[in-house]
């Protein structure tokens, strides 16, 4: 019992290391980028990640069928677009407020794969969604009412492109036996592909930043793509082994705080009264409305279950026979 109970606090830990990681990214990104250089540091910042992974995935990408690295490699470009638009905003606003409009994503991700799917979700998550939007105006606004900055709408944007990367990730991939790890590394692979290709027409080629990057800036984007990405990545694979997926998701939904907290006492960002508000809203919103989607998925799924026990065919959805 010790030994079990050890286990899991050596999970839980992990977990929230990767959550005080991911959060502190966005100050690290924030150092490290300019509006001129963003397609170059991701290029950079992916052929590290993939550079590393090599040795673990090659084996995997040898066995790969075509269509699990055309899957993994749609991925990986919708990936590009939400770091494009996210480091781009990060670029022209606070880490604070990135950290925290990315985590719109909880409440958009549900929203976008219960429209696809035609099974909405209670009326008590679109009050806390919109609890989480006003939260993001309130923040936007700081010491004083004024609109968002085009940073934010660029942040705002990438948080969009997260809930379209999660939906399509599970509509293309679910059911299907492909391989976990292959379709990361495809995925990250592509982005370093296309960030590279694209780096020399839009801003500062990779390799002339690669160039100019003193010792301090490349401790900074090392730690990205090594701790950032890569020791994340494999806590999260292996946590999910451990551990239920409802307490990874918890856990790993921690991550606007560390961001919140590395931003200010890290960053010196201020908040003001408003920023404070909608600082509380979007942390509040985004919780509440992740346990109100998990909630409805779990009664969904054992009702599903409860179903199929007892022999009785499912209901179709309106609009669409049933099966068989």
């Not at 719109?104 to 979700?121: C, E, Y």
């Not at 790890?181 to 780096?199: D, G, I, W």
């Not at 003001?272 to 109100?292: C, E, K, M, N, T």
């Amino acid at each position: 019992m010790p030994a079990i109970q050890s286990r899991i606090r050596l999970v839980d830990l992990l977990l929230l290391a990767v959550a005080a990681v991911w959060g502190s990214t966005y100050l690290a990104a924030k150092e490290l980028v300019t509006p001129s250089t963003v397609m170059a540091i991701l290029a950079l910042r992916f052929v590290v990640t993939a550079v590393a992974l090599l040795p673990v995935c090659l084996r995997r990408l040898r066995a790969a069928r075509r269509d699990e690295m055309a899957t993994g490699m749609l991925f990986g470009a919708i990936l590009a677009v939400v770091l494009l638009f996210e480091t781009f905003g990060i670029a022209h606003t606070s880490a604070t407020n990135a950290g925290l409009i990315i985590s719109l994503t909880i409440v958009m991700t549900p929203i976008l794969d219960s429209a696809v799917g035609r099974s909405w979700l209670p009326p008590q998550f679109f009050i806390a969604a919109a609890a989480a939007v006003v939260g993001v105006g309130l923040l936007a606004s700081g010491t004083g009412l004024h609109p968002p900055t085009a940073g934010d709408w660029l942040v705002l944007a990438a948080a969009v492109a997260r809930a379209v990367h999660v939906t399509v990730m599970h509509r293309k991939s679910a059911r299907k036996q492909y391989d976990s790890l292959t379709l990361t590394y495809v995925q990250m692979a592509t982005a370093a592909v296309l960030f590279c290709a694209v780096s020399p027409l839009a801003g500062v080629p990779a390799w002339t930043v690669a160039s100019r990057l003193g010792p301090g800036l490349w401790v900074v984007l090392l730690y990205l793509a090594l701790i950032g990405t890569v020791f994340a990545f494999f806590v999260q694979m292996w946590a999910v082994r451990k551990t239920s997926p409802s307490r990874v998701s918890l856990l790993l939904g921690t991550e606007p705080i560390w961001a919140l907290l590395v931003g200010v006492v890290l960053g010196g960002d201020r908040l003001g009264i408003y920023g404070a508000a909608g600082a509380a809203l979007i942390l509040v919103g985004a919780g509440w409305g992740q346990r109100i989607e998990r909630k409805h998925r779990e009664e969904k799924e054992k009702n599903g279950s409860a179903v199929a026990g007892s022999g009785i065919p499912e209901r179709a959805e309106e609009g669409r026979p049933v099966a068989g």
